[in-house]
């Protein structure tokens, strides 16, 4: 099923006309995407969304990605330049419905390059609409959900295998390319990031993979997602070699704990910022409060981070089919950590936890 993304568009294009917006240029790949379908990373070459407020919209992107962003549906208007040309008469083009002045919309991650290039064509000035997008990315539909469930299954059964796979003496990278291989072997797509941290490596919490081996008594967290359609997955398990220390034994027990606590809040109407004290209280309560040195989650769709961010100051009320990562962690310095993710949809009455492996595999 093709999501509506004339629905997305008129929607988009609605918000803008009635904050007096000239139009909208979107640039970043992921809004890209979930407004048009075009799914291609954004290199050096310019591809861009021009909406204007009257809703007109136009996709400029390079001739050799132009098969790639045509689709059955005609809902915007593909134009391409080639390497020779560049975009420049594209662009002209697509702002003639704009007029020559005016206020557009762009994102926060709207490049210096693309400024120079739309300047040139008329007197606009520029305000950031990211929020605008933000808000209708984090609140998923039924065929995103499905999307990133699937992405979910597919790392879910890759982390199974691993527990079989994991051996001593393998080092972290040996490990991060079995288990990406299994993801893939299960459907995922992509592997956008594989974290891969043993023993006091674990303490860092975006530590790389390196050729430190795995001994026993390690606590190896590994965090990885794969896309399916453009879709994320975030998961976090822990494996344990060996028998755990009496202080591993109980960061370990917190977290789980902190977990299971914050994720049993989570429904539409709770602050997100509930979620995170409810993890942050039973971590606390083991005494560790100081080594949770992150928020308990972020929003998961087109992009691993988005919103919305589950932290201690964020207000904002959780609405039903916002989907999230709930992961707190515990670093301890020199010794190790522990960090447990999985990723849920807000439900009115709860949520529903879409990924599923143990949490633990020993
Ligand atoms: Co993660
Ligand atoms: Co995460």
Known sequence: MLPNYSARLARLQKALSAEGYAGAVVT???????????????????????????????????????????????????????????????????????????????????????????????????????????????????????????????????????????????????????IKDRIMEHGGESIPFCLVQSGPNAAVPHNEPGRRKVVRGDIVVVDVGCTVDGYNSDITRVYVLGRLSVEQERVLEAVLDAQRQAISVVKQGE??????????????????????????????????????????????????????TVEPGVYLEGKFGVRIEDDARVTSGGCEVLSGSSKVFS
């Open 271 to 324: 602050e997100a910022r509930v979620v995170d004290k409810a993890a942050r209280t039973v971590i606390k309560k083991a005494g560790y409060d100081r080594n949770f040195i992150h928020r308990t989650g972020h929003g998961l769709g087109l992009e691993v981070h988005e919103e919305p961010y589950i932290h201690g100051s964020n207000a904002e009320l959780l609405r039903e089919g916002m989907v999230f």
């Open 28 to 178: 970043s790949s992921a809004n890209l995407q979930y407004l048009t379908g075009f799914r291609e990373g954004v290199w050096e070459r310019f591809a861009g969304l021009f909406l204007s407020a009257g809703g007109v919209a136009t996709l400029v992107v390079p001739e050799l990605s132009r098969r790639r962003a045509e689709h059955d549906e005609k809902m915007v208007d593909v134009v391409s330049y080639r390497d020779e040309q560049g975009p420049g008469t594209c662009v002209v083009r697509s702002l003639r419905g704009f007029g020559r002045k005016g206020v557009l919309g762009v994102e926060w991650s709207f490049m210096f390059r693309d400024w120079e290039l739309i300047q040139s064509v008329g007197e606009y000035s520029f305000r950031n609409v990211s929020s605008m997008l933000d808000g209708m990315r984090a609140v998923k539909g039924d065929e995103e959900v499905a999307l990133i469930k699937r992405a979910c299954v597919a790392t879910d059964r890759g982390l199974e295998d691993l527990q079989g796979l994991m051996r001593e003496g393998m080092t972290e990278v040996a490990i991060a390319r079995e």
